[in-house]
């Protein structure tokens, strides 16, 4: 059977009527090719999937696959990682054969993924609707069983009821093991814990996400449960409105589109960094200055509290309006084992992804924060991560699992004793 190379692209902003936007196709080089229909661009709703690399336009526009094999905007919307595995169980179970390209991938969602595009192989077929969720209360061990028997073994058999339990986590995104569920009406990731893990992430993660609430950081709302003797961390949708709608969501690897460098790689080093995401999404966010003091304030939090996997995809934006974004609740932070052998993942400062205080300060004009703003940020952050083993131990955290996350917090436990910092540089910075 012929590979399928393209689908039909539609905004699920209302999943009950679902609009169709364009086609995206693959040519024989890898590369995409999107077109926006003219029906759509004549819609009063209308907005461009990508403002700044994929505008409105009757013209068909490349979208030139990254070296990580993404297409952007439209990757943004699709599985990776463990929505991939889920999806390769269900489709083994099935007899079927494994998609053999991004776009078969695309369309082997359930459409659970962030934002509000789906994706169809004609205007006749519209999107998946998915399948029923579950509520937070019908979470029990059969669900903890099946994690964890794909997360060993991803030829695990599993029964259609254990099937069902995991398969809305197979449009997510991450490595870890996740699914949605119902909680009060609203949906939530639930997120797990895998065999293999050295302390209770997810309860970690709630405890992290707690210092970020309490250091003024804009998070979802959150909570912790447990099935059995397993923590499960519950996070609400921030790209799901109350009244069910989606919102498009755009990645900080979209934005920033790293593979649009020129040959002396300037636009590389000063844009796959905090302050290049703060810069780049500017001129789309009618909040951009409040915004840039945010993501200064999640930067520094993230070097305080050992999150070294704070790659662009752990940041993202959110359309308010057709062709307008805000930076998106933060998401995704947890102490790291290895942060204090390792730099961030993308760049802080003048002494690129280094994961200190001055070098968080260098350039901290870029972000439109003054020094005595920035320092007063960093010292407000340091003020609630000192107290980061009380919140854990209040998380319900072992005190072995403490022990073994101290070292992640260096930095912040340095900064008690440092009353003097750098002083905010202007240039551009260098990644490591």
Not at 95 to 106: D, H, T
Not at 234 to 256: C, I, N
Not at 289 to 295: G, I, T
């Amino acid at each position: 059977m012929p590979a399928t190379t393209s689908c039909i692209v539609f905004d699920c902003s209302t999943m009950s009527v679902p609009v169709p936007v364009g086609r995206f196709a693959l040519d024989a080089n890898g590369d995409g090719h999107f077109g926006y229909g003219l029906k759509y661009i004549e819609r009063p709703t209308a907005f461009a999937l990508d403002p700044v690399h994929l505008p409105l336009s009757a013209h068909m526009q490349v979208i030139p696959r990254h070296k990580d094999g993404s297409y952007g905007i439209l990757s943004d919307a699709g599985p990776n990682a463990w929505g991939v595995k889920l999806t390769s169980s269900l489709f083994r179970k099935q007899g079927r054969p494994l998609p053999s390209n991004p776009v078969e991938w695309l369309l082997a969602s359930w459409h659970y993924g962030s934002g509000c595009l789906g994706f169809s192989e004609s205007l006749n077929t519209l999107p998946h609707p998915g399948i029923a969720l579950m509520s937070v209360k019908d979470l029990d061990a059969r669900l903890i069983e099946a994690v964890e028997a794909l997360t060993s073994d991803p030829d695990a058999e599993l029964d259609e009821e254990a099937i069902h339990l995991v398969l809305p986590g197979s449009s997510l995104g991450g490595v870890r093991p996740k699914t949605v569920v119902l909680h009060e009406g609203k949906e939530y990731i639930a997120k797990f814990s895998r065999p293999d893990d050295r302390f209770d992430v997810p309860a970690a993660e709630y405890a992290t996400l707690r210092l970020a609430h309490m250091a003024g950081i804009n998070v979802p709302d959150f909570e912790l449960t447990r099935i059995g003797d397993k923590s499960v961390l519950l996070v609400e949708r921030f790209d799901r409105t109350t009244d069910g709608k989606r919102l498009h969501y755009m990645s900080a690897h979209t934005l920033v589109n790293i593979d649009s460098i020129s040959p002396d790689k300037r636009e590389y080093k000063a844009g796959y960094s905090y302050a290049g995401i703060a810069e780049s999404m500017r001129p789309l966010n009618d909040q951009g200055v409040a915004d840039s003091h945010e993501l200064f304030r999640r930067m520094v939090l993230n070097i305080m509290v050992g999150n070294v996997d704070d790659h662009l995809r752990n940041h993202a934006l959110l359309m308010k309006q057709p062709g307008r974004f805000v930076l998106s609740p933060a998401f995704d932070i947890l102490p790291h084992l290895d942060a204090a052998a390792l730099p961030q993942s993308i760049g802080v400062g003048a002494a690129g992804a280094a994961s200190t205080i001055d070098n968080a300060l260098s350039q901290c004009g870029r972000f439109l924060l003054t020094t005595q703003e920035a320092h007063a940020i960093v010292e407000e952050v340091r003020e609630v991560v000192s107290q980061w083993r009380t919140v854990f131990n209040e998380a319900g955290i072992s005190q072995t699992d403490i022990h073994t996350l101290s070292g992640c917090f260096s930095i912040a436990q340095a900064a008690e004793h440092t009353t003097r910092y750098g002083q905010c540089r202007s240039g551009i910075g260098k990644r490591r």
